[in-house]
C-alpha cells in the first residue's frame, strides 16, 4: 500500500466480479437453502427412519446425530480469529503473502486441534461406552456408529479456516453452495442406506462421508484453484509458526469461542431447565414446541445476517465508515422488516397450525406464544450487532456481554421458572435479550457506527409496532373469514394473506420508492 489511494481501491467491487448486492442475494440464497436442508434432515427424514426402523433405534440415531453437531465445539473461535486476521491483511502491502503464511500456520493447529481431540474420543469411548453412559445397550452398532459419526465430523472442521478465508474474500456463499449439494446429497444417500441395510452405521457412514468429502475438496482442491497464492511454491513469507505462536492463537480465539459457546447454551439451556424444574410433562411438551418457532426465527435473523456481516467486516477492516455506515443502518432495517414480518404472520395463524401440528394432544398457550415471538421480533436488530461483532475483532466485548448475559439468564430462570412454568423461562430469556444483547451488545456496537444511534432505534422499533401490526391484523380478518377448517382451510388462509402482503409490499419493486424509504432511515 504505497497510498491512500490504493488502499480505497480496495473498497469498490471488482468490475468483473460480483457486485456488493449480488454478493448478498447469493449468500442470503445459500443460507435460506442451508435451513431448508436442515429442516428436511430433522423433520422430513423422521417418516422414511420410522417406515424401517423402530422408535428405539430412530432415538439412537437422534443422539448420534446430536453428537457429531456438538462437533462445531473444536473450533473453539479459530474460524473467527482467522476471519478478522484476513480482513486486516487487506490493508496490507503483501496481503496474499501474508494471508498465505497465517492460513499456514493456522490449519497447522487446526489438524492439532482435531488430532488431539480425536485420540481423546477414542480412548474415552474404550473406557466408557457410549451405549451404556446413554441407555442404548440393546441397538446394534451403537458405539461404532457414534464413533464414525463424531470422530468423521471432528475431520471437518479444519474446513472452517477455509471457509473463513472465503467470507474474507467476498465467496461467502461459495462455500455454503458447496456444502448444500454435500447436505443434499448426504439425504440421499442416508435414505437409501436406511432401506438397503436397515443398519444405524450405514446412515451414520452415508451422511459423514459426504461431508468429509465437502471438506477434503475445499481445502485440498476448490481453495487453491481459486486461491492461487495457498500453494506452498507462492508463499513468499512463509515459515513454520512456533509453539508459542500457536498458543498465542488459540489464546486469541477463546474470546470469540465463549462467545459462541454462550449463545449456543442460550439455545439448548432452557429446554433442559424446563424439563428440570417442572413436574408437568405436558407443560414441557408445550414449551418444547413452541420455543422451536422462536429458535427458528433466531437461526433465521443470524443467518440474514451472516452476508452483511461479512461486508460489513470488510468496510470496517479497511476503515470505509460511510461505507459501512449506510450499510450497517440498511442491514439493521431489513433484519427486522423481515423478522417483523414472519412475527406478525406467526401471531394470526401459529395457534392454528399448533393445532394441526400437535394433533390436539397439547394445548396452546396464548400467553407463551406471544412473549416469545414478540421478543424474537424486539431483539432482531441486535443479532446483525452480535454478527457484525464478530467480523470487527470484537472478542474481548463479545465474551463479556454474552457471558454476563448467560448468568443474568439463568439467575431468571430459576427465580421465575418453579413460579410461572414456561412462561418464566420465556420472560428469563427475552429479559435476558433485550437487557443485555440489546441493551448492552446492540447499543454499543450502534454507538461506534452509526452517526445517530438513537433516533436509528426509534426508527426500528416505529416500523417494528407496524409491520407486526399490520401483519396481525390482516392475518385475524383472514382467519375470520375463511370458512374452511382443517389442514386446507390453514393452507387457503396463509396462501391469502401472503397474497395480500405481496400486494401491499409490491410499491417496493419501483426503484423510486425504495430510495425514498431508505433516504429515510437515520445513520
Given amino acids: 500500500m504505497n497510498d491512500g489511494t490504493s488502499r480505497r481501491e480496495t473498497i469498490a467491487d471488482v468490475p468483473d466480479g460480483p457486485t456488493r448486492l449480488q454478493r448478498l442475494i447469493h449468500g442470503w440464497s445459500a443460507n435460506l437453502v442451508q435451513i431448508l436442508l436442515g429442516l428436511t434432515q430433522q423433520l422430513l427424514l423422521i417418516p422414511a427412519f420410522l417406515h424401517v426402523w423402530t422408535a428405539d433405534v430412530l432415538a439412537a440415531w437422534l443422539a448420534i446425530y446430536a453428537s457429531g453437531s456438538l462437533m462445531v465445539v473444536a473450533d473453539a473461535g479459530l474460524q473467527l480469529r482467522a476471519v478478522n486476521r484476513f480482513l486486516v491483511f487487506k490493508t ?5 503473502g501474508r494471508t498465505a503464511s497465517f492460513y499456514a500456520g493456522m490449519m497447522r493447529i487446526y489438524a492439532t486441534v482435531v488430532v488431539f481431540i480425536g485420540v481423546l474420543l477414542i480412548g474415552a469411548t474404550q473406557f466408557w461406552r457410549p451405549s451404556a453412559v446413554l441407555g442404548f ?6 458405539d461404532f456408529a457414534l464413533l464414525v459419526m463424531t470422530v468423521g465430523m471432528l475431520v471437518t472442521v479444519p474446513a472452517n479456516l477455509t471457509s473463513g478465508l472465503y467470507r474474507a ?31 444405524l452405521l450405514a446412515v451414520a457412514v452415508a451422511f459423514v462421508s459426504t461431508q468429509i468429502a465437502f471438506a477434503v475438496f475445499l481445502i485440498a482442491f476448490d481453495a487453491p484453484r481459486l486461491f492461487p497464492f495457498l500453494r506452498r511454491g507462492d508463499m513468499r513469507h512463509r515459515r513454520d509458526p512456533s509453539w508459542r505462536w500457536s498458543v498465542g492463537q488459540l489464546g486469541l480465539a477463546l474470546p470469540f469461542a465463549a462467545g459462541s459457546f454462550t449463545e449456543l447454551s442460550l439455545v439448548n439451556l432452557p429446554v433442559l431447565l424446563v424439563s428440570s424444574l417442572i413436574a408437568d410433562r405436558i407443560a414441557v411438551a408445550q414449551w418444547g414446541l413452541t420455543r422451536v418457532i422462536a429458535t427458528l426465527l433466531r437461526a433465521l435473523c443470524q443467518q440474514v445476517s451472516m452476508p452483511l456481516a461479512a461486508e460489513l467486516g470488510h468496510d470496517y477492516a479497511i476503515g470505509d465508515k460511510e461505507r459501512l455506515r449506510r450499510l450497517y443502518a440498511r442491514g439493521s432495517v431489513f433484519v427486522t422488516a423481515i423478522a417483523s414480518l414472519i412475527v406478525g404472520g406467526l401471531l394470526a395463524f401459529w395457534q392454528d397450525f399448533f393445532a394441526l401440528w400437535t394433533r390436539g394432544t397439547v394445548p396452546y398457550d396464548g400467553q407463551l406464544t406471544i412473549t416469545l415471538l414478540f421478543g424474537s421480533a424486539a431483539i432482531a436488530p441486535s443479532l446483525l450487532a452480535l454478527v457484525f461483532a464478530y467480523h470487527s475483532n470484537r472478542g474481548m466485548l463479545l465474551a463479556r456481554t454474552k457471558l454476563l448475559q448467560l448468568a443474568v439468564f439463568l439467575g431468571l430462570s430459576f427465580v421465575l421458572i418453579p413460579t410461572l412454568g414456561p412462561l418464566g423461562a420465556a420472560l428469563a430469556i427475552v429479559a435476558s435479550d433485550l437487557a443485555i444483547q440489546s441493551g448492552l451488545l446492540g447499543l454499543l456496537i450502534l454507538g461506534q457506527t452509526l ?15 407496524v409491520i407486526v401490526s399490520i401483519g396481525w391484523s390482516i392475518g385475524c380478518v383472514v382467519a375470520s373469514q375463511t370458512q374452511v377448517g382443517g ?4 393452507v387457503v388462509e396463509c396462501a391469502i394473506w401472503l397474497m395480500v402482503v405481496a400486494a401491499l409490499v409490491s410499491p417496493l419493486a419501483r426503484r423510486k420508492v425504495r430510495d425514498r424509504l431508505v433516504s429515510l432511515i437515520p445513520v
Fill in 451 to 465: 452517526q445517530h444511534p438513537l433516533r436509528h432505534v426509534a426508527f426500528l422499533v416505529a416500523i417494528m409496532i
Fill in 92 to 96: 496490507c502491502t503483501d496481503c496474499d
Fill in 487 to 490: 389442514l386446507a382451510g390453514f
Fill in 137 to 142: 445397550h440393546a441397538t446394534a452398532d451403537f
Fill in 169 to 199: 474474500r467476498g465467496y461467502y456463499s461459495r462455500p455454503v453452495w458447496l456444502q448444500n449439494i454435500a447436505l443434499l446429497l448426504g439425504q440421499i444417500a442416508q435414505v437409501v442406506a436406511v432401506l438397503a441395510s436397515r443398519n
